[in-house]
Structure formats: structure tokens, C-alpha cells
């Protein structure tokens, strides 16, 4: 088994379980590289309007920092690396640009989680759907998605379809929308996710779909592995099915990160 680049801890207030929890699971399922990967600070709202239950403190980062280089140094030389799941708010570039600048990650995840400030996908907030005609949705979403690449604050674009989570989907050919997206992906040089969340959720599918990977694939963006895991034994989740669907798509390896240079993984 190759790595889990996508793996959050307590510290987010959604996950359960110690960091040395997640490796020891890692090091059973004989996985061979990981990296932490929590959610950031929510900068983009103000201060009295962040979610404990969805992200750190501000303050917290530097505890973060602290902790998974506390699990670097007690498993070595298992390597474990230090990322982090940003948010890209357009307009707010320079906030996070400040947050990231601070340590020494080896990569950054950037995700989009919110359009316009409504958090997609957390199902308390699922009402808003209806408000939606869903190739609308979609279209926003994705053109989000390609900013959040030409940002080139990440290095990795998380669940890059994360808008099909709920099961709602448009009824336009989406071929043409995911050539547009993949295109700006493919020349901002910033990789994508493949994560296994998706098949935890109503969508029950990886994220992204096999044909939106086939498009990365043929303008060779490279393909990070994640399980999104926020519980020790989801660490790995399903990654036989994610082999084989990257394998489907025609990659043979996987994308790693040390200190945001790129090493690649055979699977
Ligand atoms: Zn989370
Ligand atoms: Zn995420």
C-alpha cells in the first residue's frame, strides 16, 4: 500500500482519536508514507463566526505543528509528513497566504468547502441545495475550484468533486465543465486528490470521478491518495479501490511532498 496524505486529528473538533492512533493503524495496514493534513483556521469568517466544530483555533496551529512533529520524531524513521487542508476564499489570498507562511509544511491541500460563505458540505446546512438549480451549482463550484488552483497557494486540490457528496447531480454533460477545470488545474502545476471520503457519504463514490481523473490523467496532473480519515481505523479506507481505479485511469504512481518537493510513489 502506497501513502494517506489526507488524515485530520482531534484538534478540529470533528475527528476522534491521538495522532500516534493514526499511525499505529498506517503502520498496521502497511501503509508506507502518511501525512497529517487538519483542517486550518477558518480566516475567512470573523473571529465570532468560526466554527470550533469544523476547524482549529487560530491560536491552535502552533499546538498542531508542535504535535506532528512530536509523531515525526517517536516513529522515525516511519515518515510522516506535515500538511494541512487550507480553504481558498477568493478575494482572501493574502490571509491564508499568511497563515501557510508561517511553518514549514511539506504540502498544503486546498479545498473548497464553502461558496460564498455556505458550507456545502456539512449536511446541517443541506437546506440550501433547493435554493440551487444544480448546473448552476456545479458550474460555480468547479470555476471555484480552478481559482483556488491558479491561487498557487496549494499544492494538492482535495476531493476535487466534493460538490456531488449529497447525491445531488445537474443534468448537463459534465465532460466539458471537467476539460475546462482540469485544463487551468494542469497549468497552475497544481496536483489533485484522490480520496476515499466519497464512498462514506450519500454519493458513495471516490472523489473525483473516474472520468474527471481520466481527464487529469491525459494532461498529466499527478494524484495524491487520501482517506480523509477524522477516525484512527479510517486510515487506508478502501484504498484497494482507489488503486484500482488510478490504475483505470492510467497513472502507476502517486504524488509526495517533502518540504513541497514532488516524489513519486509507484502503486
Ligand atoms: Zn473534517
Ligand atoms: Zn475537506
Redesign the pocket.
Known amino acids: 500500500m502506497p501513502v494517506d496524505y489526507h488524515i485530520h486529528t482531534r484538534m478540529c473538533g470533528h475527528a476522534v482519536g491521538e495522532m500516534e492512533e493514526y499511525v499505529e493503524q498506517a503502520i498496521a495496514k502497511g501503509l508506507r508514507e502518511i501525512g497529517f493534513a487538519d483542517h486550518a483556521p477558518m480566516y475567512f469568517f470573523p473571529v465570532e463566526k468560526r466554527d470550533l466544530s469544523i476547524a482549529m483555533r487560530e491560536e491552535e496551529l502552533a499546538d498542531y505543528v508542535a504535535g506532528v512533529r512530536e509523531v515525526q520524531k517517536k516513529y522515525r524513521p516511519f515518515p510522516i509528513k506535515l500538511g494541512i ?1 487550507a480553504d481558498y476564499t477568493a478575494g482572501m489570498e493574502d490571509k491564508l497566504a499568511a497563515i501557510l507562511n508561517k511553518y514549514d509544511f511539506d504540502y498544503v491541500l486546498g ?1 473548497v ?1 464553502f461558496l460564498n460563505g455556505w458550507g456545502f458540505d456539512n449536511s446541517r446546512y443541506i437546506d440550501e441545495y433547493a435554493k440551487w438549480e444544480m448546473n448552476e451549482l456545479y458550474e460555480v463550484y468547479f470555476s471555484t475550484l480552478s481559482q483556488a488552483a491558479e491561487s498557487g497557494l496549494f499544492d494538492i486540490l ?2 476535487p468533486d466534493l460538490i456531488k457528496k449529497f447525491g445531488f447531480k445537474p443534468d448537463m454533460d459534465l465532460v466539458p465543465l471537467y476539460e475546462k477545470t482540469v485544463k487551468k488545474i494542469a497549468k497552475s502545476g497544481t496536483c489533485i486528490e484522490i480520496n476515499t471520503a466519497g464512498l462514506r457519504v450519500p454519493a458513495g463514490e471516490i472523489y473525483p470521478s473516474l472520468k474527471f481523473l481520466e481527464i487529469c490523467r491525459s494532461y498529466g496532473v499527478p494524484v495524491s491518495l487520501g482517506s ?1 480519515a477524522h477516525k484512527p481505523e479510517q486510515v487506508g479506507y478502501n484504498f484497494g479501490d482507489a488503486v484500482d481505479m488510478l490504475k483505470a485511469a492510467g497513472y502507476s504512481e502517486v504524488v509526495t511532498f517533502t518540504t513541497k518537493n514532488k516524489k513519486f510513489f509507484g502503486i
Do not use: G, L
Open positions: 487542508e479545498s468547502h482535495a476531493h480523509d
